[in-house]
Structure formats: structure tokens, C-alpha cells
């Protein structure tokens, strides 16, 4: 593992790289998506690389191409396009294609957003977020340390991906795309992903039934009918609902209006209430 | 003072606006904010909890899937608990005013996506030109752009609206406020159906299950439902390994050890 070790001015490098990475979210515009990003992310990187100003210039045309994934991820296509830049200056010229920097980035970016959308913007946040909305519920102040504990991960993913990517090269990341483990792990993350989302359906979500009925001198309370035949039966209905129209393409921001009016005409019917 | 309160919501809005797209850090972050913009207007954090509690379940699974923005809840956040803040209102006010909100929001950030895209064709033109400076000016001049946007559209939100959100709050009918309470209980179905749909597959109906039935009936937290979770997971993962596994090595006979089945078939 000693391959791994950066020497100084790879480590100054690469941590320029990391700081500059963060902003991959900003100025996305609908033809190139993060390609002006990446450009000025990198540019002082191939100033660097590049002595030849000739190249340089090259090197950002080629660069402004579109490009799209989980900003969270992208130290892994990052760190392996600057180490192939190098590989590029080195070489005598004309006998490196560029090319396979634009196929790998192409073909990396569809992968990493899988992954990462998976499991950053669903799975981890959903499970953070679930835990702090029920402190934060009861106004307890944890929530101010719980994101910060949770941010770990995007770090690690974004320092340590660029870091491997950068020194152990691409036939490295081909190989883990080839071999099918990016896949299962994403696969592995939409389960827990699945799992939390069937709990949360019956801990967040709230039908609250008011409705009761006298009859024959016996109360006839909805909630605790429902309730026997299943508990929290109602929040599933509603969440599966949603989830067959969100199916059939029906816009979620028809959805959201309609669970919105639903809300509003069981409480004017005296069926639901605030309790 | 509702110039204050303005200028903080204002910020307050930037500094969110900031952390979505810096690193993207809001989606674990929006409690944090909502306690630095109640600690800058005096107000209790633990208000600002609470009714931020309720606005981030009402956004609950809404996520940024590629490029497409469905709801702005930094925006609707933001407003709905500031407004909430400076008010004094129930935290069912917040979501009142955060749905929409955010729903508005996204136009903005439309707006300013088709600037962008209008830009790019300065960018590439500059670099035909061979002159970073002006690249890298253009790229920071966008980005104060952005920030100062935010920064009015939430500045003035508050002060032109909140006087209009106070006369609208007193008005509210009892009925139509608990109506509100439980359209925001339901919220949260959309969210989680939005992702359900996002990583649906009918492999996973039995996870499903799991999960809601360990709620349900076993009245588990949600960590330990997490837990649970990914020890799902885990197990599928090895499996999917195993057969990966077996198919690579099972490739590998065929082509190399024709010779052995002949043999197997003639003794």
C-alpha cells in the first residue's frame, strides 16, 4: 500500500482539489448541467499540469462538455481525470487520447449519481432527518450535533474517493464498475432504504380519525376499528395511494395538492381532527 | 425592528441557499439553520425546533433527483419558519406558509437556471479567447447573483408580507386550522412515496413489509428500524455476491474445461 502515500505536492494537489469540489453545485445550467463547474474547479489544476499553454486551453474546451452526477461523489471521477490530465502532460505528444478522459467522466457519472443518489439523498438523509424531526419535535437541542456527525460520510466519500482514484488510477475504478459491485451496493442501499421508508410510513405519517358514532347506545370509535384490523392501516393506505399515481406519472405536485385537500375535507366532514 | 427580522430571514435564506449548493451540506442541515436565524431574531430555539420539525416532515422524502427540483425547501423553510418566528404563530402555520412557498421558490430557481444557460455561450466564449480572468469573474459574478436573490426575495417577503400573514393568521377559522394540522400529518405520504417510486423495484416488497410491520406493531424507533434495515441489506449484498461469484467462476469452466465434460459424458 505504500503506492498509496502522497508525496507533498500530490497532497497539496489533491487537497485543492477537495476544497474546489465543493462548489460543483453551484451555476448548473440546463445544457451542460455541472460542465462550467468542473472547468473552474479544475482549471488551476491543469494550469498546473499543463506547462504548455496550448495544452492548457485544450484541455478546458475539452472539459466544458456536459457533465452530471451527485456533487457528494464526484471526487471519484475527479481525482481519476486529474491523475489521466497528468498522464496526458507526461506522455510525448499526440500519443495519449484525450478521449478516454471524456468516456471515463461519461461513463462514470451515470454510476457515482446512482449510487450516490441512492444513498445520499435517500437512504442517509431520510434516516438523519428521521431521527432529528423526532428530536427536534420535542425541541431538544441534539439536533444541533446530529448533522454534523452525519456528514462524516459525505467527507470520507469525497476525500478518500478522490485520494484512491487519483493513485491507484483507472483500470482500478473500471474494474469495481465491470465487476458489478457498485450495483450490488446500490441495490444492497435502495433495501435499507425500502425497509426505513415501510417504518416511517407508520411512525411519521398521521391519519388522526375523530369520527364516533352512537349506535344503539354503543360508541362506534373509527380509529380503534382500523386500528384492530391493523395498525396504522390508514397512513399505509394513503403513502401506497401517492406511490400508484406518482406510478402512473401523475405530477407529485398534483399529489401533494390533493393529499392537501383531502387533509382539508375529512376535517370539515368531522371524520379527521386535530387531536 | 421588522427591518431586523428582515434582514435576518434575508441572510438566513443566503446562508441556506449557500449550504445546498456548497458541499451539499442542507440536506442534513436545515435544523441548524432554523437555530441560528431564532437565535439572531431573539426568539426560542426550541419554538424554532418545533415548528422546523414540522415544515421538514411536510418536505419529507422530497429530494433533489438530478437536476430536477421539485419543491425549493430551503426557501419554503426558511420563510415558513421565520414567518412562524417572527409571528409567534403554531407550527402548523409554517408548513401553511412552507408548501407553497417552496412551490413558488422553484420558479426563481428556474429563472436563474435560464441565465445560466444563457452564460454558458460567454464561457466558451472566453475560453476560445483564452482569458480565465474573465471566466472565473464571470463564474463568481453569477454566483453573488444567486446569493443576492435569495437574500431579497426573503428580505422583502418579510418585509412587505408580514404584516398581510398577521391580519390572514387572526382570520384563520378554528376549523380550518386543525384541517391544516392534518393535511400536515399527511404530508409526509407524499414524500415517501416520491421515494419509494425513485428506488422501486418488487424485490424489495418484503423489505416493505418488514420495515412497516416492525413500526407498526413492534413500535420500534426509527434507528433501530435502520438497524434492522441494513442487516437486510447486508444479506443481500453477500448473496448477490455469492451469485456474481458463482456466474464469473461458472464462465470460466465453460470456456476453459470443454474437454472434461466429454469425458464425463463418455465414462
Not at chain 1, 222 to 245: E, N, R, S, V
Not at chain 2, 80 to 105: D, E, H, Q, T
Not at chain 2, 222 to 244: C, E, P
Request: one cysteine or more; aromatic letters at 12%; charged letters at 15%.
Amino acid at each position: 500500500m505504500s503506492n498509496l502515500k502522497l508525496t507533498p505536492a500530490e497532497k497539496k494537489r489533491t487537497k485543492r482539489l477537495f476544497w474546489r469540489n465543493m462548489f460543483l453545485g453551484f451555476n448548473m445550467s440546463y445544457t451542460r448541467q455541472q460542465g462550467v463547474a468542473w472547468d473552474w474547479i479544475h482549471a488551476p489544476i491543469y494550469r498546473e499540469i499543463y506547462k504548455d499553454d496550448d495544452q492548457f486551453w485544450e484541455a478546458m474546451k475539452r472539459n466544458m462538455e456536459f457533465y452530471n452526477t451527485t456533487p457528494n461523489m464526484n471526487g471519484i471521477a475527479s481525482g481519476l481525470a486529474v491523475s489521466m490530465e497528468e498522464e496526458n502532460a507526461r506522455a510525448p505528444k499526440g500519443t495519449f487520447d484525450t478521449a478516454g478522459i471524456s468516456g471515463m467522466k461519461i461513463g462514470l457519472m451515470g454510476p457515482l449519481a446512482g449510487i450516490g443518489d441512492t444513498f445520499f439523498s435517500g437512504v442517509w438523509a431520510l434516516i438523519i432527518m428521521g431521527i432529528a424531526i423526532s428530536f427536534a419535535r420535542e425541541g431538544n437541542l441534539v439536533v444541533a450535533v446530529l448533522p454534523l456527525i452525519a456528514l462524516i460520510p459525505n467527507i470520507l466519500v469525497r476525500w478518500y474517493g478522490q485520494k484512491y482514484s487519483y493513485k491507484l488510477g483507472s483500470q482500478y475504478i473500471s474494474k469495481a464498475v465491470k465487476s458489478g459491485v457498485m450495483e450490488m451496493f446500490t441495490k444492497a442501499t435502495s433495501i435499507v432504504g425500502v425497509t426505513v421508508v415501510g417504518g416511517m410510513i407508520s411512525t411519521l405519517v398521521k391519519v388522526p380519525l375523530v369520527f364516533k358514532a352512537k349506535i344503539n347506545g354503543n360508541t362506534l370509535n373509527l380509529q380503534k376499528i382500523f386500528d384492530q384490523i391493523l395498525p396504522t392501516m390508514l397512513p399505509l393506505l394513503l403513502a401506497l395511494g401517492c406511490f400508484y399515481f406518482l406510478r402512473k406519472n401523475t405530477s407529485p405536485v398534483k399529489v401533494l395538492l390533493c393529499v392537501v385537500a383531502l387533509g382539508f375535507i375529512l376535517t370539515f366532514l368531522g371524520i379527521t381532527g386535530a387531536a | 425592528m421588522l427591518l431586523y427580522q428582515a434582514l435576518i430571514v434575508g441572510l438566513a435564506c443566503a446562508f441556506a441557499k449557500w449550504i445546498s449548493a456548497y458541499g451539499s451540506f442542507l440536506q442534513l442541515m436545515p435544523f441548524i439553520t432554523y437555530m441560528l436565524m431564532a437565535l439572531l431574531l431573539g426568539k426560542s430555539v426550541s419554538q424554532a425546533l418545533i415548528a422546523g420539525a414540522a415544515v421538514e416532515l411536510a418536505f419529507y422524502g422530497v429530494m433533489q433527483i438530478g437536476a430536477v427540483l421539485p419543491q425549493d425547501t430551503a426557501v419554503g423553510g426558511i420563510l415558513g419558519v421565520g414567518f412562524a418566528l417572527i409571528l409567534n404563530a403554531k407550527p402548523a402555520v409554517a408548513v401553511a406558509l412552507a408548501v407553497p412557498i417552496s412551490m413558488l421558490a422553484v420558479i426563481v430557481w428556474n429563472l436563474l437556471k435560464f441565465w445560466f444557460t444563457a452564460n454558458v455561450e460567454i464561457f466558451d466564449k472566453y475560453i476560445d479567447e483564452r482569458n480565465l480572468s474573465k471566466f472565473n469573474r464571470l463564474w463568481w459574478i453569477q454566483i453573488v447573483v444567486y446569493e443576492l436573490v435569495y437574500f431579497a426575495l426573503a428580505f422583502f417577503a418579510v418585509l412587505v408580507g408580514t404584516s398581510g400573514i398577521r391580519i390572514f393568521i387572526n382570520s384563520i377559522p378554528k376549523v380550518l386550522l386543525s384541517g391544516l394540522t392534518v393535511a400536515a400529518g399527511m404530508l409526509p405520504a407524499v414524500g415517501m412515496a416520491m421515494l419509494l417510486k425513485y428506488v422501486w423495484n418488487i424485490q424489495f416488497l418484503p423489505y416493505f413489509i418488514a420495515g412497516f410491520a416492525l413500526a407498526a406493531y413492534l413500535k420500534l424507533p426509527i434507528m433501530a428500524i435502520s438497524i434492522f434495515g441494513v442487516v437486510f441489506g447486508l444479506i443481500g449484498f453477500f448473496i448477490d455476491r455469492q451469485i456474481n461469484d458463482a456466474k464469473k467462476s461458472g464462465m470460466q469452466q465453460t470456456s476453459s474445461t470443454g474437454n472434461d465434460e466429454e469425458d464425463f459424458f463418455n465414462e
